[in-house]
């Protein structure tokens, strides 16, 4: 099944606690990207990444970092974590920047 | 950075209703995406339009890409209580160009 997965899906962590955010697709996309979802802010974009080893910063990439080593996987690195980064967290991929993205199932961040 | 204005930011309706939504840009754009996010899930495509004055439909669903290409619509037909959820417009200006998202319409079917 093709499929975006994340992990964990629900995380409660510390203000200075570094943590990551795994995503992996498999269906062979050259893009991916990370999103944060806040109330009335929809989705704003983190990082994104054109292909292996080509990651550029989004909207809001203060306090995080991604690498791209390999092309199915494109983790979310917050060295850290601060209470204003507690918000829903979605990766997606997609053929190409404009191309119909897959969003994996959310991961649900808590920062105390 | 750019943000797409997505109105309404919520709708409160009976089932059986008509619902329309819309997204404006002060940038052309060629291309217009609308998706669905479900309570507790990713947002799922629903119609995709790269033509300006194209009309898509997706079962009750029916998209528009507004002729001055700064617009789109997102119509649904006899609202049914599965339709309740966030809708998030997307557009592109082009293909050298990150997607720009709506706000959303957060959609609720009144008992």
């Known amino acids: 099944e093709a499929q975006v997965t994340q992990n964990p899906r629900y995380l409660i962590t510390v203000t200075g606690k570094k943590l990551t955010v795994t995503c992996s697709q498999n269906m062979n996309h050259e893009y991916m990207s990370w999103y944060r979802q806040d109330p009335g802010l929809g989705l704003r974009q983190i990082y994104y990444?054109?292909?292996?080893?080509?990651?550029d910063k989004g909207d809001v990439p203060e306090g995080y970092k991604v690498s791209r080593k390999e092309k199915r996987n494109f983790p979310l690195i917050l060295e850290s974590p601060s209470p204003n980064q507690t918000s829903l967290y979605f990766c997606a991929s997609s053929y190409g920047q404009g191309r119909e993205q897959f969003f994996g199932p959310g991961t649900r961040l808590t920062v105390l | 950075g750019q943000q797409l204005n997505q109105s309404p930011q919520s709708m409160f309706i009976q089932e059986g209703e008509d619902v329309s939504m819309n997204c404006t840009s002060s940038?052309?754009?060629?291309?217009w995406l609308w998706y669905k996010q479900d309570p507790g899930e990713g947002p799922v495509l629903l119609i995709a339009?790269?033509?300006a004055g194209e009309l898509t439909s997706n079962g009750r669903l029916t998209a528009q890409f507004g002729t001055t290409r700064k617009d789109s619509f997102l119509n649904i037909s006899a609202s049914i209580p599965s339709d309740v959820g966030i809708y998030f417009c997307a557009g592109q200006v082009d293909s050298n160009y990150q997607l720009i998202w709506g706000a959303g319409t957060k959609l609720i079917i009144k008992p």
């Open positions: 940038s052309i754009f060629n291309t």
């Open positions: 990444s054109m292909n292996v080893e080509v990651t």
């Open positions: 339009l790269y033509k």
